[in-house]
T-cell receptor, first 115, second 117 residues
Framework: AQTVTQSQPEMSVQEAETVTLSCTYDTSESNYYLFWYKQPPSRQMILVIRQEAYKQQNATENRFSVNFQKAAKSFSLKISDSQLGDTAMYFCAFMKVQGAQKLVFGQGTRLTINP | GAVVSQHPSWVICKSGTSVKIECRSLDFQATTMFWYRQFPKQSLMLMATSNEGSKATYEQGVEKDKFLINHASLTLSTLTVTSAHPEDSSFYIC?????????????FGPGTRLTVL
């Protein structure tokens, strides 16, 4: 079974700073997908970024980028120039390529951006 | 982007009654829908996967007779919590996938807060 671990329950930074959220996972699969989802106070889950394990290049989406280290099974999210609207719970998630499209989520990191 | 709605957004019921939660994909046909449960300050736990026209696949530990899932069309899935008890109080979230393409994005509904008195 796959497991996803987020070791930082809470983080807090000042607006405009850069913050990195950690995520590690455990799997015996060789090909899979990794995701970062954001859940703001509204509780609506929003996809932030997606990484395909067979791609070595780290995914980026505007201010959001990942550091994917396949051998270390690490998938961290970097938020640059943080904004107040980035305040949310962030969940790292894993999905196998084969079989059902099931997402396995980490415990989440509560990120607060302070003005 | 693809939009998924849930109804109701919040429901309060008495212990022993049944509650139905609807999940709809508004602007696309969803081959697969997923139901999650989220306790306060915790992560999302997958309860079941449902494909249109077939029986849902439940995760280990989820009672099939307790949480009835029906996926009658490509745009609608329902979760019925039968004989609800206070321990069933939680936030229920559905998601929908466009197709079975590996790694396909799941679009999430806004969630339903269930409170059982």
């Amino acid at each position: 079974a796959q497991t996803v671990t987020q070791s930082q329950p809470e983080m807090s930074v000042q607006e405009a700073e850069t913050v990195t959220l950690s995520c590690t996972y455990d799997t015996s699969e060789s090909n899979y997908y990794l995701f970062w989802y954001k859940q703001p106070p509204s509780r609506q889950m929003i996809l932030v970024i997606r990484q395909e394990a067979y791609k070595q290049q780290n995914a980026t989406e505007n201010r959001f980028s990942v550091n994917f280290q396949k051998a270390a099974k690490s998938f961290s999210l970097k938020i640059s120039d943080s904004q107040l609207g980035d305040t949310a719970m962030y969940f790292c998630a894993f999905m196998k390529v084969q079989g059902a499209q099931k997402l396995v989520f980490g415990q989440g990191t509560r990120l607060t951006i302070n003005p | 982007g693809a939009v998924v709605s849930q109804h109701p957004s919040w429901v309060i019921c008495k212990s022993g009654t049944s509650v139905k939660i609807e999940c709809r994909s508004l602007d696309f046909q969803a081959t697969t829908m997923f139901w999650y449960r989220q306790f306060p300050k915790q992560s999302l736990m997958l309860m079941a996967t449902s494909n249109e026209g077939s029986k849902a696949t439940y995760e280990q530990g989820v009672e099939k007779d307790k949480f009835l899932i029906n996926h009658a069309s490509l745009t609608l899935s329902t979760l019925t919590v039968t004989s609800a008890h206070p321990e069933d109080s939680s936030f229920y979230i559905c998601s929908a996938s466009l197709d079975r393409t590996p790694g396909n994005e799941q679009f999430f509904g806004p969630g339903t807060r269930l409170t059982v008195l």
